[in-house]
């Protein structure tokens, strides 16, 4: 197919026209560009203006094109000379375009420069423009065609033209040159290259505009001359020693194998490349030399000698090889160990005792004590104590200071101490002892208060009440404690001041009502010491006013009100029928009648009553199933009554101690006993309302209550008793010897069930479980025997209790007296059987409750 038949394959009909003639030039500098054809803005991308170019190629891989030739310059080929007829030159220009002359093109240097340089072997040609023209035929007709030439050139600047260059100037149609022979004979199919073209480029001419885009030569081919990236040296080479280097490493670490490390030092002893066998023998030879050898210590300016053996410690062999033989995986660590030690600590058994005992020993050779300046009375006679500088060794640092030298194997070892200086010198004490410690016990002071109240305050309290300490300029400063004041005054500060009354609480019926607070006054005892520092320097006779100020109850009126106290939330009464019991918990009573605990406060029954002495009126005593009398004791059937008063309310059991066997007296699974020294009652008010106990006690019986406010219905549902364990039997004589029916040992379990008050609703439930052990029958000789022990019942349904109401008061009923025994063995009381189970909530107050005591202070 010829260039100028461009019908596609198979299509009939008269050759394609030519193109016609371009129309005349306009005279505008700048002419539009046509829509779609030179819209490129790219200064290196040709701009296509001429309609009859519209539909050429263009390799995108040259870096510019379009810059103008010569009017008389060709298409150079490769071995002819240039081509005769160049109308256009790259793409052609539209006609309204203003054209770059020959003469300019050619006065321009770079454009000769540019066409020698860039037209080279190596070089990437494009085919810019070719003529819709027809080529000439093998007969030599010559048929016009458009130039076809691959020109690589700066544009024209816009200084030689005026305006940016265009693409593709065209020539003077009147300077066309004839097409060479050459030229002519490859259009007419001969075949040889067109000066420009690459082989691939030849189906362009013939081939349909619209498969230039699929026929783009730059569009799939290969980038031969570029390397891929991972075949580049700068990469190779980087990658190359980094694989050298994990080779070189993996290779170290299965040499090294399980063997200890290279050059690795244990406590000073060398273990690099020993075996584990090898290492344990090393260690169980010279390891324990080690150790049991003396070492010299410092701690401060004393030396010591120390045994690490005779302080407890010990070489352990299996985790110091352990420790030792573990390969280091760090590639730094395993680096440095061919050119350093590889140090690793020594694991150590520790026999704590033994070194707390050795750092002892070794304080009472370092401790020295400290000593202030000071001044001390021997009776009511001064002196100067002479100052002195303390030492005082840090065992627990010097525990760890031993401990470490062992594990690494150091020869320093250095006890840290602690160092105290003195500041009062011997000199100030002597100045402050002369100035003002003389005169201030030389006479007694007359202190004085309101009407004719006074009291004296001696010597001996005075010096009782001088303190002593240093000033920051190093001087012995000297004042009046007020706790030692007070002390001084005693019970005699009682002739100046009122003490105030707690507000408390009235049970009238089923109604309590609160007692006024009342402000009290007590002795400023601050304002007395500043006083006193200033009569101390006066001779006798010299006298003081005491100064007092208001002291606030405990309790205020308001803060009683808030405590929300209205209601009886629960009750319970306890029975006995010993004398001595009875006047021990009278006396319990007394002192707990009246106690408020406030929400979240925590009461102890023995710290609210205190050491049950003969002081306080009480005798020896024991309750049932108590054991043998004791001091103050019996008082469990209180302690009972107090935690069911606990337990009903609903409030927290801290700490309860069941009796160690059941007697009939007590619920079960509900009782509580308390000794002084050993046992204990103690709950705490979790509700948000205050707690008033309200005490009755009668020669029989006692009943505690509690005042507060109604947050929940509890009711007691009890288990049946399990692990059942029948007593043994005892022999006894004497006169002393008092038969038994024993109890049976059981376990059983009580739920507290906590209830909605109003709609009785279940909120929670608590389950505790108590275990008794069996009490044995006793028999005396010549005595009856006792009766045998029953088993226990079963369980009965559960019973529902309504809310206590508050205890009636009675008159007071007579002092109960102890009864004597006979010498003969009394008659076996019954036997005591454990109780049966039933559920309770709130166990009613007894019928004739005693009359309410007094209420002692609030605790």
Same mark, same amino acid.
């Given at each position: 197919?010829?260039?100028?038949?461009?019908?596609?394959?198979?299509?009939?009909?008269?050759?394609?026209?030519?193109?016609?003639?371009?129309?005349?030039?306009?005279?505008?500098?700048?002419?539009?560009?046509r829509?779609?054809?030179?819209?490129?803005?790219?200064?290196?991308?040709?701009?296509?203006?001429?309609?009859?170019?519209?539909?050429? =190629?263009?390799d995108?891989?040259?870096?510019?094109?379009?810059?103008?030739?010569?009017?008389?310059?060709?298409? /150079?080929?490769?071995?002819?000379?240039p081509?005769?007829?160049?109308?256009?030159?790259?793409?052609?220009?539209?006609?309204?375009?203003?054209?770059?002359?020959?003469?300019?093109?050619?006065?321009?240097?770079?454009?000769?420069? =540019?066409?020698?340089?860039?037209?080279?072997?190596?070089?990437v040609?494009?085919?810019?423009g070719?003529?819709?023209? !027809?080529?000439?035929?093998?007969?030599?007709?010559?048929?016009?065609?458009?130039?076809?030439?691959?020109?690589?050139?700066?544009?024209?600047? &816009?200084?030689?033209?005026?305006?940016?260059?265009?693409v593709?100037?065209?020539?003077?149609?009147?300077?066309?040159?004839?097409?060479?022979?050459?030229?002519?004979?490859?259009?007419?199919?001969?075949?040889?290259?067109?000066?420009?073209?690459?082989? =691939?480029?030849?189906?362009?001419?013939d081939?349909?505009?619209?498969?230039?885009?699929?026929?783009?030569?730059?569009?799939?081919?290969?980038?031969?001359?570029?390397?891929?990236?991972?075949?580049?040296?700068?990469?190779?080479?980087?990658?190359?020693?980094?694989?050298?280097?994990?080779?070189?490493?993996?290779m170290?670490?299965?040499?090294?194998?399980?063997?200890?490390? %290279?050059?690795?030092?244990?406590?000073?002893? =060398?273990?690099?490349?020993?075996?584990r066998?090898?290492?344990?023998?090393?260690?169980?030879?010279?390891? /324990?030399?080690?150790?049991?050898?003396? %070492?010299?210590a410092?701690?401060?300016?004393?030396?010591?000698?120390?045994?690490?053996?005779?302080?407890?410690?010990?070489?352990?062999?299996?985790?110091?090889?352990?420790?030792?033989?573990?390969?280091?995986?760090?590639?730094?660590?395993?680096?440095?160990?061919?050119?350093a030690?590889?140090?690793?600590?020594?694991?150590?058994?520790?026999?704590?005792?033994?070194?707390?005992?050795?750092?002892?020993?070794?304080?009472? /050779?370092?401790?020295?004590?400290?000593?202030?300046?000071?001044?001390?009375?021997?009776?009511?006679?001064?002196?100067?104590?002479?100052?002195?500088d303390?030492?005082?060794l840090?065992?627990?640092?010097?525990?760890? !200071?031993?401990?470490?030298?062992?594990?690494?194997?150091?020869?320093?070892?250095?006890?840290p101490?602690?160092?105290?200086?003195?500041?009062?010198?011997?000199?100030?004490?002597?100045?402050?002892?002369?100035?003002?410690?003389?005169?201030?016990?030389?006479?007694?002071?007359?202190?004085?208060?309101?009407?004719?109240?006074? @009291?004296?305050?001696?010597? &001996?309290?005075?010096?009782?009440?001088?303190?002593f300490?240093p000033?920051d300029?190093?001087?012995?400063?000297?004042?009046?404690?007020?706790?030692?004041?007070?002390?001084?005054?005693?019970?005699?500060?009682?002739?100046?001041?009122?003490?105030?009354?707690?507000?408390?609480?009235d049970?009238?019926?089923?109604?309590?009502?609160?007692?006024?607070?009342?402000?009290?006054?007590?002795?400023?005892?601050?304002?007395?010491?500043?006083?006193?520092?200033?009569?101390?320097?006066?001779?006798?006779?010299?006298?003081?006013?005491?100064?007092?100020?208001?002291?606030?109850?405990?309790?205020?009126?308001?803060?009683?009100?808030?405590?929300?106290?209205?209601?009886?939330?629960?009750?319970?009464?306890?029975?006995?029928d010993?004398?001595?019991?009875?006047?021990?918990?009278?006396?319990?009573? &007394?002192?707990?009648?009246?106690?408020?605990?406030?929400?979240?406060?925590?009461?102890?029954?023995?710290?609210?009553?205190?050491?049950?002495?003969?002081?306080?009126?009480?005798?020896?005593?024991?309750?049932?199933?108590?054991?043998?009398?004791?001091?103050?004791?019996?008082?469990s059937?209180?302690?009972?009554?107090?935690?069911?008063?606990?337990?009903?309310?609903g409030?927290?059991?801290?700490?309860h101690?069941?009796?160690?066997?059941?007697?009939?007296?007590?619920?079960?699974?509900?009782?509580?006993?308390?000794?002084?020294?050993?046992?204990?009652?103690?709950?705490?008010?979790?509700?948000?309302?205050?707690?008033?106990?309200? @005490?009755?006690?009668?020669?029989?019986?006692?009943t505690?209550?509690?005042?507060?406010?109604?947050?929940?219905?509890?009711?007691?549902?009890?288990?049946? /008793?399990?692990?059942?364990?029948?007593?043994?039997?005892?022999?006894?004589?004497?006169?002393?010897?008092?038969?038994?029916?024993?109890?049976?040992?059981?376990?059983i379990?009580?739920?507290?069930?906590?209830?909605?008050?109003?709609?009785?609703?279940?909120?929670?439930?608590?389950?505790?479980?108590?275990?008794?052990?069996?009490?044995?029958r006793?028999?005396?000789?010549?005595?009856?025997?006792?009766?045998?022990?029953?088993?226990?019942? +079963?369980?009965?349904?559960?019973?529902?209790?309504?809310?206590?109401?508050p205890?009636?008061?009675?008159?007071?009923a007579?002092?109960?007296?102890?009864?004597?025994?006979?010498?003969g +063995?009394?008659?076996?009381?019954? +036997?005591?059987?454990?109780? @049966?189970?039933?559920? @309770?909530?709130?166990?009613? +107050?007894?019928?004739?409750?005693?009359?309410?005591?007094?209420p002692?202070?609030?605790?």
């Amino acid at each position: 197919m010829t260039g100028s038949d461009r019908r596609s394959p198979g299509e009939d009909g008269p050759a394609r026209a030519e193109p016609a003639a371009a129309p005349p030039r306009s005279s505008d500098p700048s002419p539009e560009p046509r829509s779609g054809i030179d819209d490129q803005t790219d200064p290196f991308i040709p701009r296509v203006t001429d309609t009859a170019l519209s539909e050429c =190629h263009t390799d995108p891989t040259l870096s510019r094109v379009g810059a103008a030739l010569p009017a008389d310059a060709g298409v /150079q080929g490769v071995d002819g000379p240039p081509a005769a007829d160049s109308s256009r030159i790259g793409a052609g220009a539209s006609a309204a375009e203003q054209p770059v002359t020959a003469a300019a093109a050619s006065s321009d240097p770079r454009a000769s420069e =540019h066409l020698s340089a860039d037209f080279e072997d190596t070089d990437v040609h494009a085919v810019v423009g070719l003529a819709p023209a !027809a080529i000439a035929g093998a007969q030599g007709a010559a048929e016009t065609t458009n130039d076809i030439a691959a020109v690589r050139a700066e544009p024209a600047s &816009e200084a030689t033209t005026g305006r940016p260059a265009d693409v593709g100037s065209a020539a003077p149609t009147d300077q066309r040159e004839p097409v060479p022979a050459e030229a002519s004979a490859w259009a007419a199919g001969g075949s040889g290259v067109p000066v420009g073209l690459h082989p =691939h480029d030849l189906d362009l001419i013939d081939a349909d505009p619209a498969d230039a885009e699929q026929h783009d030569p730059t569009a799939s081919a290969p980038q031969d001359e570029q390397s891929a990236w991972w075949r580049r040296r700068r990469v190779l080479v980087p990658l190359g020693v980094l694989g050298l280097l994990l080779g070189l490493y993996a290779m170290d670490l299965l040499v090294a194998g399980n063997d200890v490390p %290279r050059n690795t030092v244990v406590a000073g002893m =060398h273990l690099g490349g020993l075996s584990r066998d090898q290492a344990v023998e090393v260690l169980q030879d010279q390891g /324990q030399a080690v150790l049991a050898v003396p %070492r010299s210590a410092t701690a401060g300016p004393v030396k010591l000698t120390v045994s690490p053996a005779e302080a407890g410690l010990a070489l352990d062999v299996p985790g110091t090889v352990e420790a030792a033989i573990a390969q280091p995986l760090h590639p730094f660590t395993r680096l440095m160990s061919l050119f350093a030690d590889r140090r690793v600590d020594a694991v150590l058994h520790v026999d704590q005792p033994a070194l707390d005992e050795a750092m002892t020993e070794y304080a009472d /050779q370092v401790d020295v004590a400290f000593v202030e300046g000071s001044i001390r009375f021997e009776g009511t006679t001064p002196s100067v104590v002479v100052p002195s500088d303390g030492r005082q060794l840090d065992r627990a640092a010097a525990a760890r !200071a031993l401990q470490a030298v062992v594990r690494t194997g150091s020869d320093e070892l250095v006890f840290p101490v602690r160092e105290q200086k003195t500041q009062v010198t011997v000199a100030e004490a002597e100045q402050t002892l002369e100035s003002f410690v003389v005169p201030a016990v030389s006479a007694p002071v007359l202190l004085t208060g309101s009407g004719e109240t006074e @009291t004296e305050l001696t010597i &001996e309290e005075i010096a009782a009440a001088l303190r002593f300490g240093p000033g920051d300029d190093g001087s012995l400063l000297a004042w009046v404690d007020e706790a030692g004041l007070n002390a001084g005054i005693g019970a005699d500060a009682a002739r100046f001041v009122t003490p105030p009354v707690d507000a408390s609480f009235d049970v009238s019926g089923a109604s309590v009502s609160v007692i006024p607070s009342v402000d009290g006054t007590a002795v400023d005892a601050a304002a007395l010491a500043q006083d006193l520092m200033r009569v101390l320097r006066l001779p006798a006779p010299r006298q003081s006013a005491v100064p007092v100020m208001i002291a606030q109850p405990a309790l205020s009126t308001d803060e009683a009100r808030a405590l929300n106290i209205a209601d009886a939330v629960s009750t319970f009464t306890s029975t006995y029928d010993d004398a001595a019991v009875a006047q021990n918990i009278k006396i319990v009573a &007394e002192t707990v009648n009246g106690a408020v605990i406030r929400p979240g406060q925590t009461y102890s029954l023995n710290a609210g009553t205190g050491p049950r002495t003969a002081d306080q009126g009480y005798v020896p005593a024991a309750g049932p199933a108590e054991g043998a009398p004791a001091m103050g004791e019996g008082v469990s059937p209180f302690a009972t009554a107090m935690y069911n008063a606990v337990f009903f309310a609903g409030l927290e059991d801290v700490r309860h101690t069941p009796h160690p066997s059941y007697d009939d007296t007590y619920p079960a699974g509900r009782d509580a006993t308390v000794r002084y020294d050993s046992a204990d009652l103690v709950w705490r008010n979790d509700s948000t309302s205050g707690v008033f106990v309200q @005490t009755r006690w009668q020669p029989t019986a006692v009943t505690v209550t509690f005042w507060s406010t109604v947050l929940f219905d509890i009711e007691a549902v009890n288990g049946s /008793q399990s692990n059942l364990r029948e007593p043994a039997t005892e022999v006894g004589a004497g006169a002393g010897c008092r038969t038994s029916s024993g109890s049976t040992g059981f376990d059983i379990s009580v739920v507290r069930v906590f209830k909605q008050p109003v709609t009785g609703e279940v909120l929670r439930e608590e389950q505790l479980s108590t275990s008794y052990a069996p009490a044995p029958r006793v028999r005396c000789e010549g005595a009856p025997e006792p009766p045998a022990v029953t088993e226990p019942p +079963p369980p009965e349904s559960p019973v529902v209790v309504d809310p206590p109401d508050p205890p009636a008061p009675i008159p007071p009923a007579p002092r109960p007296t102890q009864t004597s025994t006979s010498a003969g +063995p009394p008659p076996p009381p019954p +036997p005591t059987t454990p109780p @049966t189970t039933s559920p @309770t909530t709130n166990p009613p +107050p007894t019928t004739d409750p005693p009359p309410t005591t007094d209420p002692p202070p609030t605790t």
